[in-house]
């Protein structure tokens, strides 16, 4: 079963959920796919034992076959090539890596060279990876190719997703058999939420919700979940308690056996909601 | 005219809250939200759109299944995994690189522009406001911030400021966000992943050549991590603008769509106006 944990809005407690439910589920691997600002080593403490590059294919122009025709820079999309007073000008950072430059190149003068981009990493038996975007580098969708190749058929699968509802996170969910949608009883929560909701439901696929920072002054998330009809699987409470433990880097179901079997509990309903 | 951005790495920290509540302290400014993906402003804001208008900022391929000979070349091609076996785009997976196109022996392919979001331009008792919605799952929220950022320069007439809401992360979102501005203000919070995602966040700002300034929120919840950021800025020569204590009232206020200024709530006000003395002082002084 692989179960996806996203959010729309930023800092609502997707790693506070995924690590918790890494913790408390069963035969489990914890995929932090929130490569541009991982947080999931400070909360699961792995032993990060091996480290691989992620790298990705470039273009490079032999001066002596090119004759600056410019069709390289017609045919790339995303302007990572110009040709400038009689120079082959690359942005390598903003290269999507697909190669139409050497299709175009009508003398062969372009060729591809690996770079890398950022990092895949993991504990000895890969239970818990993490990707790292390099800092100064814009394009991350390369890096959760990598990590999602790494899943373990045979295990219970985690992954904590990027913030927002953009390719990225496209990229993290696709394939998961159930989402966990985290928010708060803000107005914000519940906006950025209802765009999360969208993209699961424009993906088809099974989710339900957990209201993080719950406070009994506000109503507004249980009531778009009865309007809605979707599952609420959990409720955390607004506490200066599990505020501070967060803040150490110490999560619900580390420092507490109760907290621990509700979201084994909430693992169970998601197994029932992924069937349904 | 500066323009400063507002970012944090980590999400949820108070960048809405801060640059909503400076919508109101700063005379002469207008305002973006470059979180297009999940922007939150215009809540706070209520403004009128004046002008909303369709963006189109990405490609993707489209078959001509007539000319197709289904010979699979572009299929080969694809480095994305975007064409199926009945030789059909597969919906969100293309990145309308053209490389398909170039590939086809019969020119069978052809990109077209896809719609991926709307800009749009409104009206606030604050001041112009321009804002985006990427659509669900689309590509090239980079570009879509490109254009909020060149909408905003169109509405610029005499303010002396704009104050751009940016959105969490470290890639091409937060880059398009801080290109060529004039400062950008990391709003972080004392907790173990605030402070690893400040570090990144701040390494981007120097790669850019931004000068940055640092804010902490909440900085009262967790006192040792508030210090050991502090310790990193005074290391990195990054200057720490203001301490926002940790305060439930505000929250229950931005429940009921107001910025702690609109509650009354003094104490957060007043370290609000002293941040932006202290960043508003130091751009303007940079610039002699």
């Known amino acids: 079963m692989k179960i996806a944990v996203l959010s ?13 439910l890494a913790l408390s589920v069963p035969n489990c691997q914890y995929l932090d796919c929130d490569v541009e600002e991982p947080n999931g080593s400070i909360f699961l403490k792995p032993d990060i034992k091996k480290s691989s590059p992620v790298n990705v294919l470039v273009p490079e122009v032999d001066a002596s076959k090119c004759n600056q025709c410019g069709k390289c820079a017609e045919a790339c999309q995303f302007n990572a090539i110009a040709v400038v007073k009689g120079k082959v000008l690359i942005f390598p950072q903003i290269c999507h890596h697909c190669g139409a430059c050497v299709l175009a190149c009508p003398n062969g003068a372009i060729k591809e ?3 890398s981009i950022g990092v895949v990493e993991s504990d000895e038996n890969e239970t818990f990876l993490q990707g790292k975007l390099n800092v100064s580098e814009p394009i991350s969708i390369p890096i959760l190719i990598q990590l999602k190749d790494r899943i373990k058929g045979d295990k219970n699968v985690i992954i904590d997703c990027p913030p927002g509802a953009s390719c990225t996170v496209v990229e993290s969910i696709e394939g998961c058999d159930y989402c966990v949608l985290v928010t708060e009883p803000t107005p914000f929560g519940l906006h950025d939420l209802k765009i999360a909701v969208q993209l699961v439901r424009k993906m088809q696929i099974p989710f339900g919700i957990v209201l993080n920072k719950a406070s009994q002054d506000s109503t507004i998330i249980h009531e778009f979940c009865e309007t809605e009809g979707i599952d609420l699987l959990l409720e955390v409470p607004f506490s200066q308690e599990i505020a501070e433990n967060y803040s150490k880097g110490v999560l619900p179901a580390e420092s507490s056996e109760q907290w621990k079997d509700r979201f084994k509990t909430v693992y169970e309903k998601i197994e029932r909601g992924a069937k349904k | 005219m500066k323009q400063i951005v507002f970012i944090s790495g980590k999400g949820g920290t108070g960048k809405s809250t801060l640059v909503s509540s400076l919508s109101i302290l700063v005379k002469s400014k207008l305002i973006a939200d470059c979180d297009v993906d999940a922007p939150n402003m215009h809540i706070l804001l209520k403004g009128e759109v004046l002008k909303k208008a369709d963006y189109y900022g990405a490609k993707e391929a489209v078959i001509d299944s007539e000319l197709c000979v289904k010979c699979g070349i572009c299929k080969e091609t694809c480095r994305f995994d975007s064409i199926n076996d009945e030789f059909e785009i597969k919906p969100m997976k293309c990145e ?12 069978a392919i052809h990109l077209e522009e896809v719609k991926t979001g709307e800009v749009y331009t409104s009206k606030t008792s ?13 590509e090239g929220s980079g ?5 909020v950022r060149k909408n905003v320069s169109t509405c610029i007439k005499d303010e002396e400021w704009v104050l751009i809401d940016g959105s969490p992360g470290i890639g091409c979102v937060v880059i398009a966000s801080i290109t060529g501005a004039d400062a950008v203000v990391v709003v972080s919070e004392p907790t173990k992943s605030g402070q690893s995602d400040l ?4 390494g981007v700002a120097k790669h850019f050549g931004t000068p ?17 950021i502090e310790d990193f800025c005074e290391k990195e020569g990054v200057k720490v603008v203001g301490k926002i204590p940790f305060d439930p009232d505000v929250v229950k206020a931005l429940r009921e769509f107001k910025t702690p200024v609109e509650a009354g709530n003094e104490a957060v006000t ?18 002699s």
Not at chain 2, 126 to 138: E, K, Q, V
Not at chain 2, 199 to 202: A, S
Not at chain 2, 272 to 287: G, T
Request: with cysteine; glycine share 10%; hydrophobic share 35%.
């Open chain 2, 270 to 287: 007043n370290e609000i106006k002293s941040i932006w003395e202290k960043v508003s002082e130091s751009v303007m002084n940079s610039e």
């Open chain 2, 199 to 202: 570090e990144r966040v701040l």
């Open chain 2, 143 to 147: 570009r879509l911030v490109t254009e």
């Open chain 2, 96 to 107: 309308g690189c053209g490389a398909c196109v170039i590939a086809c022996p019969q020119n």
């Open chain 1, 8 to 20: 729309g809005k930023g800092g609502t407690g997707k790693t506070t959920v995924s690590g918790s």
């Open chain 1, 113 to 115: 060279v690996e770079r």
């Open chain 2, 212 to 228: 940055a300034f640092v804010c902490i929120n909440k900085y009262d919840l967790n006192s040792e991590v508030t210090s050991q």
């Open chain 2, 126 to 138: 604050r001041g112009t406001f321009s804002h985006a919605l990427l659509d669900i799952g689309a």
